[in-house]
């Protein structure tokens, strides 16, 4: 398993450096979409919308983020990365520093924050399945999990484990728990710490 510490893995457009004009369209886009769901809400932001917004034509979008999970996916890059910089390089007890417990409901509670903050947003970048499942920021985040699991001396499938535990915070699944079910997200929070400390089957320890 890499070193947690290791660089972050890229993520959206960030493969090879890029040039100053595309640099520039990109946050022009991104820009009109972030305006775009501040004014209206994220349902609003279609491709057509955002090109409208820029100024663009709808190919130009399509051009550079493929599709709309792929924008949103773009949308949340700052906001991961943030996430991603706290939990390998911040002060414990998100970053390093802290017993591996402390630090996996550290994350699961910095996650969530983030949902209920961006959570519409998270949702429809989770829409589509290639960014669902394989997107470099849920790479980073299970990797993450991973690490902490088996630091934490846990047996069993920490790979699986690991993916059960992130699907937890999947934004889809926690908006409906807050929006529909009407549930605390303190009450989420809380519940999802407890699976963590019986998968580790060792809360006692840090109780």
């Not at 398993?1 to 991104?30: G, Q, Y």
């Not at 919308?49 to 709808?58: E, I, L, P, R, S």
């Not at 429809?124 to 394989?134: D, K, Q, T, V």
């Not at 470099?136 to 990797?143: E, K, Q, T």
Request: contains cysteine.
């Amino acid at each position: 398993m890499p070193d947690v510490n290791s660089p972050l893995l890229p993520l959206v457009d960030a493969e090879i450096p890029e040039r100053c004009d595309a640099a520039r369209n990109r946050k022009l886009l991104l820009d009109a979409a972030a305006r775009l769901v501040a004014e209206r809400g994220v349902d609003a932001v279609t491709m057509e919308a955002v090109a409208a917004q820029a100024g663009v034509g709808k190919g130009t979008v399509f051009r550079r983020f493929g599709s709309r999970p792929g924008l949103m996916n773009a949308l949340l890059d700052h906001t991961e990365r943030e996430l991603q910089n706290a939990f390998m390089f911040g002060p414990a007890p998100l970053g390093p520093g802290a017993p591996p417990l402390v630090r996996l409901i550290a994350f699961g509670r910095a996650r969530l924050d983030m949902v209920t903050v961006q959570g519409d947003v998270l949702r429809a970048a989770e829409g589509s399945p290639e960014f669902r499942y394989s997107g470099p920021a849920r790479a980073v985040s299970l990797r993450h999990l991973v690490t902490l699991l088996e630091n934490a001396g846990v047996d069993g499938d920490t790979e699986l484990l690991a993916v059960a535990l992130l699907s937890a915070l999947e934004a889809g699944l926690v908006l409906h728990q807050i929006r529909v079910l009407g549930m605390p997200p303190e009450r989420i929070a809380d519940s999802w710490e407890d699976l963590a400390r019986r998968i580790t089957r060792s809360g006692a320890d840090f109780a």
